[in-house]
């Protein structure tokens, strides 16, 4: 047996050791190969949670009902209120952490009406080391990480997802539209609006992997290479100006570094890895 159908099997015993459990579920590559896990390990027993939020974006939850319909696992879903916690609408570099306690007391509640004692989420080895201070809250709340204790990686879960036969292997990442902000903007309503318009302006231009990175009226715009080229065109890019314009930016950027998944992280993480030699000050805003 090789190691990768060695991860995978011991992933299904971790999850038939649970027995009843919910799962964290955006519908993003690593959520859906958990549900999918977790639907053939404990069947009925698993049941998935996707949270309605300001900072998802209406495509995203969508998707997520069509995932979990085809994979066969009921799906609920809760609304969560991080706009309501001064934690998280302030923007510090611990917002993920207000994020994820509020989704999990939420997810606790329903972990209660189904009478399951164990919630889970698709935290994977990859994340360690990395800026996230969901996962404080998730160990803090005995929140379990069963992709990191099977060592299942990132390339593990896509080549696994694609053996299933899930749709999501190849989904591109996606992150809160929170992430979009830079540290210490505030956020609000109005502003994860004006993001989530933007990207999915974008979306139906046929471009899918992407960051509309908003500082204050001024978008930055990253892209991978399949979305630049799409840019080369005169016509698309004038569309999008004026889109962007239209709600309310007043200069549109294309960043020359493309699309990179934390971008406004890389200060902060920079900090955490050098705290343990020396006091270093950086920017928290890469």
């Known amino acids: 047996m090789s190691t990768f159908d060695q991860k995978l099997e011991h992933l299904d015993e971790i999850l038939k050791s649970y027995g009843k459990l919910i799962v964290a579920f955006s519908g993003g590559v690593d959520s859906t190969f958990l549900a999918e896990a977790a639907s053939r390990a404990v069947g009925d027993n698993a049941v998935a949670v996707t949270a309605i939020s ?10 997520a009902q069509r995932i979990a319909e085809e994979i066969g696992i009921r799906l609920e879903t809760v609304s969560t209120g991080e706009l309501e ?7 510090s570099v611990n917002r993920c952490y207000f994020c994820k306690s509020e989704l999990f007391d939420k997810l606790q509640v329903i972990a209660e009406k189904y009478n399951m004692g164990t919630i889970v989420y698709g935290a994977i080895p990859d994340d360690i080391g990395d800026h996230r201070p969901g996962m404080d ?11 990191i204790e099977a060592d299942l990686t990132k390339m593990d879960i896509r080549q696994a997802s694609k053996k299933w036969k899930l749709k999501t292997w190849d989904k591109p990442a996606f992150a809160c539209l929170s992430s979009r902000f830079p540290y210490g903007t505030r956020i ?3 502003k994860l609006r004006q993001v989530d318009q933007a990207e999915q302006f974008l979306y139906d231009l046929g471009i899918h992997q992407f960051r509309v990175r908003h500082h204050d009226n001024f978008a930055r715009i990253e892209l991978d290479e399949d979305g630049i080229n799409v840019m080369r065109q005169k016509n698309i890019r004038r569309l ?12 549109v950027a294309l960043d020359l570094q493309g699309y990179r998944s934390g971008s406004l992280n890389m200060g902060v993480t920079t900090v955490i890895k ?10 928290l805003n890469g």
């Open 54 to 63: 300001d900072s998802y974006p209406e495509r995203e939850m969508k998707a």
């Open 85 to 91: 916690i001064e934690g998280y609408v302030n923007n």
């Open 188 to 190: 609000t309503r109005d």
């Open 240 to 251: 999008i100006d004026q889109k962007f314009k239209s709600l309310g930016y007043r200069c």
């Open 137 to 147: 809250a998730a160990k803090e709340m005995g929140i379990r990480a069963p992709l």
């Open 274 to 283: 050098l705290e343990s030699n020396a006091t270093v000050e950086t920017s």
